[in-house]
């Protein structure tokens, strides 16, 4: 059965003491809580705090994932972290293609490919994000747009190596805006996904695919979004930086 995700994408959010404490919130309200044995959980912190983070869950609680890697593998590239040290950190995950990576930092479908190949090849799974702007949905290009960023950006794996990927739906007009997709839209579109998931690698890898929803979702939406069936889960942007938030979109399961 594919996995159930919650993950929090806190973006450039805290200082390190504010993140400290977000984490520690996060162990408090888990102790209390009793999350689905097939709930993922996955906290994606800034680059500083990953360590700090990843020592406080030892796995059992979340897994921990990067925000960002570099599509090189070692050398000149000043500023850039590369999948081999999120690997030596033991760092279980990573966020790939956010629609604020594509449109502030240029990130195109071939930067995508070469960010996936590069944590595939160390051991990480890709978090990799797709969904299309406004003008593209009021024109009716999604399926268009959606179908381009997965040919492009994933289907050139193996179906192996495409078993290690979690894609996450977000429309670019749900991000940050308090508009969230209808539960309709999300199943349409997560529906359209693992069609074409399931035409280029069989049935079979579809069915085994976890589709997470992006944009604005929170505690009070999530449970008719989660309730679709193509719907597994969600990667969180406002809500994940409350640990109450956080965990009660978890458990709308
Ligand atoms: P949001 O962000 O939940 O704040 O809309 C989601 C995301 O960008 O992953």
Redesign the pocket.
């Known amino acids: 059965m594919r996995k159930q995700i919650v993950a929090g ?1 806190w ?1 450039m959010n805290k200082t390190f003491t504010e993140a400290d404490d977000l984490v520690n919130d996060i162990m408090n309200k888990l102790e209390s809580v009793s999350l689905k044995p097939e709930t993922q959980l996955i906290v994606c912190p800034p680059f500083p705090f990953l360590e700090m983070v990843s020592d406080y869950s030892d796995d059992s609680y979340f897994e921990v994932g990067a925000q960002n890697v570099s599509d090189q593998e070692s050398g000149a590239y000043t500023g850039e972290v590369s999948a081999a040290m999120l690997e030596s950190m033991e760092i279980g995950y990573c ?1 790939v293609g ?3 990576r594509r449109a502030y930092y240029h990130e195109t479908d071939a930067i995508v490919a070469a960010k996936v190949n590069q944590l595939l090849k160390h051991g990480l799974k890709p978090i990799v ?1 797709c969904g299309e702007v406004l003008e593209e949905r009021e024109s009716n290009q999604q399926f268009e747009v959606v179908k381009h960023q997965i040919n492009d950006g994933l289907f050139h794996l193996t179906a192996e190596q495409f078993g290690e990927v979690v894609i ?1 739906y ?1 429309p670019v007009w ?4 308090g508009k969230t997709a209808t539960p309709e839209q999300a199943q349409e579109m997560h529906a359209f996904i693992r069609g074409l998931i399931a035409e280029k690698y069989g049935k079979e890898v579809a069915e085994e695919t976890s589709i997470l929803y ?5 505690p009070s939406n999530a449970k008719e979004l989660f309730a679709n069936k193509d719907v597994d889960g969600g ?6 930086l409350k640990a109450d938030d956080f965990i009660a979109i978890a458990e709308q399961f």
């Open positions: 994408n973006k966020i956010h629609s604020e994000c996450a977000e749900a991000i940050g805006t992006g944009g604005s979702c929170k990667l969180i942007g406002g809500a994940s």
